[in-house]
């Protein structure tokens, strides 16, 4: 039995009924605050558990949220489901404002970046005549639903745990989307998402606005269920709060936002009353506590406590449903023979070293060009200047006779190059089948709001057929449904080339693919190479491993010390004493 089709209904259900059942109204007040901290990790989760972006901040947006339904409803007299609507458009915009500010930092700037932000918020609202400075809007009415006040008990723990329900729902169906499966990417920095023409900062913004919207959803709740709003629920020791909920449930998890809500919940609750009886004077120790939780949880458990449930029910298999789905559209190419790359006197300093000479070589259509050369001789810059990963320092590279130099490396992926790396990129949670189905980005357009409403099946059932067809060509369609982290290197780099053959490339760059490989890995890699070949698959092959090449390539590019010492057929190259010497590290 497939228990995730069965445990969300079961536990919708099981929420949903809960209060018309004789419990005491204090645990029904529990469940609504579990619900409204759930719907706020939940952003979490897909801002820093799945998206790496951790945030401090997210306690202001539930306070944008609930400032704008209490100063809406009591000042204007404006109806809750209006004051909802604008408090989520004010969340967008500020998390687009925001946004575009702070998601190009990197490492620890961000987070510092949304402790600021969180702040700035936090005393905006504090500060504010209108807003009623630290006391807050008094009066804020209950929410009605057809006539019915829901009040602030069983009325609203109903509409707070749809609301939680369907945000689950709704995250849950995009991590396993298209859309998804770039946000996913994010994590592993930008080069290989880029490279499969995901915009990484197009994602984020995405992301960072997805958790926005939950904050500010969960703070409207919270002001007609509070029925009143004052700043301190709104600052960063909360922002910190939601976090260690996220953290502590198992930031990643869908889930996780439920336990750690529920569990930090239920026992500051406890804390709360039982510390100051053991220490004999009031404060706010539960908090010193969670501090020391905190530090142990990301010592000793830092995926959480929801991997602790997952890992004793059966891995979740994807069912086959794509057997089949219409192929995905496909891309004019080239005639064999062609000129395909043109690739014309390109440098690349790095202050005062020059990593790459004026090099040029061409390679036509249908053809296996190598670039090979000793450790450091500049075959992965050259590579990384025609992939546009890095910007060229001077020269001229065309591909399929357009000028692209100076293009982002998604823009060259666009028009039809896809390329592999030398330290294998992927995502190691994701199945292979997951990570190939990624390459079908570009051939693709399924939207965030279509995937969490899950319409998107039909296009999704076409990706899985592509990148399973891409699996089958290269001898691992077995394989597709193992995650991809517990490969051993050699499937990993054949799974690299799945996913670049997934876009559907008129040129597939190979950055040394046999590089770490044991030998029957490298024959299988090999054999798939001559079957590209075969299929007329135009590649670009780097490799340091003279042998490997020779067999397989139609012409050899020889570069050291930046420069190209020879071009020529396999034979040629072989019988160059300068290349042996290069090779030998002796003079020549
Ligand atoms: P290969 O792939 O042939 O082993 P690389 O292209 O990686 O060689 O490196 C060529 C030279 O450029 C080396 O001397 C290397 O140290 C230098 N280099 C590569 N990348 C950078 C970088 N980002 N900054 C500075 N130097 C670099
Ligand atoms: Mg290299």
New binding site residues.
Partial sequence: MNWTRFGFPAFAMFMLVLPALPLPDFWITQLNSIGLYAIVSLGLVLLTGVAGLTSFGQAAFVGVGAYTAAFLSTKLGISPWLTLFVGVALSVVVALVLGAITLRMSGHYLPLATIAWGLTIYYTISNMEFLGKYDGILGVPPISLGGHSLGSGRGIYVLIWVAALAAAWCVTNLLDSRPGRAIRSLKEGTTMAEAMGVSTFRYKVIVFVIAAVLAAISGWLFAHFQRTVNPSPFGIHRGIEYLFIAVLGGVGHVWGAFVGAGVVKIIEDELQTLLPKLIGTSGNFEIIVFGVVLVLVLKYAPDGLWPFVTKRLPPKRRVKDWGNAEALPARDKPVRGDMLLDVNEVRKE?GG?V?VNDVSFQIRAGDIVGLI?P???????TFNLVTGVLPLTRGQVSFRGQAIGGLSSRQIAERGMSRTFQHVKMIPEMTVLENVALGGHLRSSSGTLKAMLRLDRAEERRIYAEAEKQLARIGMAELMHEQAGNLALGPQRLMEIARALCTDPALLLLDEPAAGLRHKEKQALADVLRQLKREGMSILLVEHDMDFVMGLTDRIVV?EF?TRLIEGTPEEVQASPAVRAAYLGTEH
């Fill in positions: 790095f070293l990593a050369g450790n450091g001789a500049g075959k992965s810059t570069m930046g």
